[in-house]
């Protein structure tokens, strides 16, 4: 009698293993796939935000405006002081400059700011990093200053598309240095 006991046990075990085994099997992938989707909604989320930002329009600092020039003109850099800085440390080629900026080619479009969807944000960079007519014309600047730079297509991207999407010819660019380190 012990044994046919035992024996009904083992089978109520085994088909309670299986029972659980195959609920296991059949609700697993279902909470998986829903994982998944939740992931996907998410991803799904930050690309739309992504592609928002990229597609707002670059705009001007304030007080500043972009206007077209006369690109033939523009054969040496230019750097002129819009507003005297505060700040006693000037920047050295090697220097990390943080700024807002915008910058414009010669009919007067807007092609890169730090202001979008009405708000600026400073960006660091390295004045060792950046085209040469940032990295010669912003040696020297200092928090607080503004800084107007006119710098030649040679100084610049160039005078030629490299299909890179980068303008072509010369830039101008105001520049809103807000610390130097």
Do not use: H
Request: hydrophobic share 35%; proline share 6%; net charge negative.
């Amino acid at each position: 009698m012990a044994t046919r006991t035992g024996q009904r046990v083992g089978i109520w075990i085994i088909a309670g293993v299986m029972l659980f085994g195959t609920l296991g099997a059949f609700f697993l992938p279902i909470l998986m796939n829903d994982n998944a989707n939740k992931e996907a909604e998410e991803l799904q989320a930050l690309q739309e935000q992504l592609e928002q930002q990229q597609t707002q329009a670059a705009e001007p600092l304030d007080g500043y405006s972009a206007e077209s020039f006369d690109a033939n003109a523009v054969t040496e850099l230019k750097v002129e002081t819009l507003k005297e800085p505060s700040g006693e440390t000037a920047a050295t080629p090697s220097s990390t400059v943080t700024a807002n900026y915008f910058g414009w080619t010669s009919d007067g479009q807007i092609f890169d700011s730090s202001k979008k969807g009405g708000t600026a944000t400073p960006v660091p960079f390295g004045l060792d990093q950046v085209i040469p007519g940032w990295t010669e014309g912003l040696t020297g600047a200092k928090t607080g200053g503004v800084y107007k730079l006119t710098i030649p297509a040679d100084k610049a991207y160039g005078s030629t598309d490299d299909g890179s999407g980068r303008p072509v010819g010369p830039l101008v660019f105001i520049v809103e240095v807000t610390n130097v380190e």
